[in-house]
C-alpha cells in the first residue's frame, strides 16, 4: 500500500484551512512542543510501572513503548490505557489551548474539543479472537473500520490532532483514502456501506512526538497491526471555525472559544455550538430515547 503524500510544517506556518481543504499536514516533534511538562512517553512509562509491575515499567524503559505487548497481556494493556487515559486528560486539555496559542492567527476562530482518545494498537495476533470481549475499546484497542468522524458527534469543520506517543509504522497505523474525502459516502451510522467509489487507501509512517493533522471528515480507520510494535497515539480535536454538525450524526459534541475558558464568561464557551441544529437534533434524539415505549412509534 502506498503512503500518504505528508506536507511537513511548523506550529507557526501551519494552516487549518489547508487541513480542512485534504492535506494530511505533519509537525515534527509537535507533541513535545505542547506537552509543556511532563512528556507522554513518561507518563505512559509510569501507567505501565503501577498497572502490570514496576519490572515492566523498568523493561519497557530500555525496550521502548513499542514492546508493550511483551510486558504486558491484553487486560494489562487495557489497563493501561484506561489509567493513562485518566492521568492525561488535564494535560491534553492544557495541551489544546497551548496549540490554540501556538499557531498563527487562522483565517477562522479555533474552538476546543474536549475529546480524548489513548489508542494503544497491539499486534492483531495479540488481539485476535477478544473482538467481542473488547468491542468498547473499538478504536482505542482493536481496529476501528473505516468511517467519517461527522457521521457520531464531531462538527463537519473538526480537525484531528493524532500525536504518535510512541514510532508509527506504516503496518500499524492509519489508513485514509484522500479520494473519498467529501464524497457523498453511504453508510449505516456506524459502518460504511460497501461497494462505493472511495479510491485506493494510503498508509502513514510517523516518528516519535510528530503530530499529524486531518480533517475528521477523511474517511479513515486503523490500519490493524500486522507489524511487530504496539503503536501508541493520543487525539485530540478542534475546530476550524463556528462547528457544524452533519444532518444525520448520531450523536453531538461541543466544541469551546478557548478566550472564554478560565474567564468568568466560561459558562458561554461552549454557546457558539450548543446554538446549533445540530445540538436541536441531539435534544430531540435524547427526548425521543426518553419517552416510554408505548408512546414511541416505529417505522
Ligand atoms: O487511531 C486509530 O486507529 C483511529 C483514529 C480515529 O478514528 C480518529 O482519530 O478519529
Ligand atoms: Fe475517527
Not at 499536514?25 to 498497572?51: I, M, N
Not at 510486558?71 to 492544557?94: F, G, K, N, Y
Not at 468498547?136 to 484497542?141: A, I, K, P, Q, S
Request: some cysteine.
Amino acid at each position: 500500500m502506498p503512503l500518504a503524500t505528508l506536507r511537513v510544517t511548523t506550529l507557526r506556518e501551519l494552516d487549518l484551512g489547508d487541513v480542512l481543504a485534504g492535506e494530511l499536514v505533519v509537525v515534527r516533534g509537535g507533541l513535545d512542543q505542547l506537552a509543556a511538562g511532563r512528556p507522554f512517553a513518561h507518563t505512559a512509562l509510569e501507567c505501565v510501572a503501577a498497572v502490570a509491575s514496576p519490572e515492566a515499567g523498568h523493561r519497557l524503559t530500555s525496550l521502548g513503548l513499542e514492546a508493550l505487548h511483551t510486558v504486558a497481556e491484553v487486560a494489562e494493556i487495557r489497563s493501561v490505557r484506561d489509567e493513562l487515559d485518566r492521568r492525561v486528560r488535564p494535560a491534553a486539555h492544557q495541551l489544546l489551548l497551548r496549540f490554540a496559542e501556538k499557531v498563527s492567527p487562522q483565517r477562522r476562530r479555533l474552538y476546543v474539543s474536549d475529546h480524548l482518545g489513548v489508542r494503544i494498537m497491539p499486534p492483531r495476533s495479540c488481539v485476535d479472537g477478544r473482538e467481542g470481549q473488547l468491542r468498547d475499546y473499538t478504536g482505542f484497542l482493536i481496529p476501528t473500520d473505516a468511517h467519517v468522524d461527522s457521521w457520531f458527534n464531531t462538527a463537519l469543520n473538526s480537525v484531528n490532532l493524532w500525536m504518535a506517543v510512541s514510532r508509527v509504522r506504516h503496518d500499524n497505523g492509519l489508513l485514509l483514502w484522500p479520494d473519498a474525502y467529501r464524497s457523498p459516502l453511504r453508510h449505516d451510522g456506524v459502518r460504511l456501506v460497501p461497494h462505493q467509489q472511495i479510491g485506493e487507501p494510503v498508509e502513514v509512517e510517523l516518528g516519535r512526538g510528530d503530530v499529524l493533522l486531518f480533517a475528521g471528515d477523511h474517511l479513515h480507520a486503523t490500519r490493524p497491526n500486522t507489524g511487530p510494535e504496539t503503536r501508541w497515539v493520543v487525539t485530540k480535536r478542534i475546530c476550524l471555525g463556528p462547528p457544524r454538525y452533519h444532518p444525520h450524526a448520531t450523536g453531538w459534541t461541543p466544541y469551546a472559544d478557548p478566550r472564554l475558558l478560565g474567564t468568568p464568561l466560561a459558562p458561554l464557551a461552549p454557546l457558539r455550538s450548543t446554538l446549533t441544529t445540530g445540538r436541536a437534533r441531539q435534544l430531540l434524539r435524547s427526548t425521543r430515547r426518553s419517552l416510554p415505549l408505548r408512546g414511541r412509534r416505529y417505522g
